[in-house]
């Protein structure tokens, strides 16, 4: 009988945060041109702050304070939350339809919504 050999195998892998959560990317080389789209955290998060919206459009809420408690969230996160619902409409066509990735987390995104709609794009997608 032989002695046991040991085999180390590299796999090149790159772990970034995406929302505060570490994502583990494979190897540029492997990966496709587009990753996928849209994390899942930004979509969920943009149909909430349009649900919320609709909540306070139709008087089933009276205030953020009302849905932050409903939803067992902080006022200034609802509050954050809910600017996602007054993104620029060819910011939330190209994340929605197109499922373009944006290059920024979701809190960067809610504070694009105070920029004018011409700006939003452009940061939320880098210079392209």
């Given at each position: ?5 040991t ?66 969230v ?55």
């Amino acid at each position: 009988m032989s002695a046991p050999t040991t085999m180390r195998v590299f796999i090149p892998l790159t772990i970034r945060k995406r929302n505060g959560r570490p994502k583990i990317l494979p190897p540029t080389d492997i990966m496709p041109a587009n990753d996928g789209g849209v994390d899942p955290h930004v979509l969920k998060a943009i149909a909430r702050a349009w649900s919320w919206r609709r909540k306070l459009e139709s008087g089933a809420v009276g205030t953020v304070f009302d849905i932050a408690k409903a939803e067992d969230v902080t006022p200034a996160y609802a509050g954050r939350m809910l600017k996602l619902a007054y993104l620029a409409p060819t910011v939330l066509d190209s994340l929605l339809i197109h499922r373009r990735a944006p290059a920024v987390s979701v809190k960067d995104l809610a504070a694009a919504v105070e920029l004018p709609w011409t700006e939003q794009k452009t940061l939320v997608f880098g210079a392209s």
